[in-house]
């Protein structure tokens, strides 16, 4: 069973960057498509950003050329530099698979852009 624990997130001003990580553990993690999704508070969790196994991406429109998904399979990560930050990008950030469900939901890593 995969674990999945992200981390990197904090208070940001807008403008601002952060690099979110998620570290997994298992075997079967580098066969799959991962994402990042994020939940805003009231809001429904949302996809914010996608990336397959060769290495296609897909991204929401909201953070379409701010934000950049990768992948380090040898050391079972996946990273999300989030750039040019927003305050409607503030919200509690996870990792899963890609569609979503496959593992459990870790803890998330809440990113907060405000001045």
């Known amino acids: 069973q995969v674990q999945l624990v992200e981390s990197g997130g904090g208070l940001v001003q807008p403008g601002g960057s952060l690099r979110l990580s998620c570290a997994a553990s298992g075997s079967i993690f580098s066969i799959n498509a991962m994402g990042w999704y994020r939940q805003a508070p009231g809001k429904q969790r949302e996809s914010v950003a996608r990336l397959t196994t060769i290495g296609i991406t897909n991204y929401a429109d909201s953070v379409k050329g701010r934000f950049t998904i990768s992948r380090d399979n040898a050391k079972k990560m996946v990273y999300l530099q989030m750039n040019s930050l927003k305050p409607e990008d503030t919200a509690v950030y996870y990792c899963?698979?890609?569609?979503?469900?496959?593992?459990?939901w870790g803890q998330g890593t809440q990113v907060t852009v405000s001045s």
């Open positions: 899963n698979s890609a569609p979503p469900g496959k593992y459990n």
